[in-house]
């Protein structure tokens, strides 16, 4: 896995962010992109587990600013299908679980979805569809999206960087302040009435 580099993100969810995105769309051309992807949510946990590009992805929190409401998260893993019971006990860990116990050394996707998440309570799988459209501005990563829970449908703007101070005027600039900072684990359990 490359580099990891922490990176401070806030975001907004909402079906009317129509004056943020006037104020984004004001430095020019979109990068477009499309993606699928699953999340799953676990009652115990509010780390960002999601499979996308056929990877089962981990991403974390390491620190929130009370001042500021901004969150660091960093990736914790990118792991490989089918995917080794060592991996798994990262999954776990971050879903928050006890891991069961594994009758074999590797499950494959299907095994994985089907037996190991499908079954379990404390675990829910949300197919999520992205339509990304990407900017930099000022440094700052800067995206506008349309996204789909499941068929639940609304919109998302996030501005993230490796320094808080760069997100937190970057935020400022483009007159996003009036809207609530959630992350996408929050917005989806809000959603499907998760605890979080």
Known sequence: MEKIIPRWEWRTFGDDLSKGEKNIKEYGNARHRESKEIYILSK????NTKIRDELMDIKSPIRISEKTGLEQWTVLAKSAFPIHINDLALVYKA???QMPYLDKDEYSYEEYIEDLI???PDLKMINVNKNR???LIDDAIVEIA????NEFETKTIAVEHENMEVVLKTVKKLGLTEYENVNYIKAMKRTFGFKY
């Open 44 to 47: 115990n946990s509010n780390d």
């Open 95 to 97: 879903f928050g679980l």
């Open 118 to 120: 499908g079954k379990n």
């Open 133 to 135: 459209h990407g900017y």
């Open 146 to 149: 349309e996204v789909k829970f």
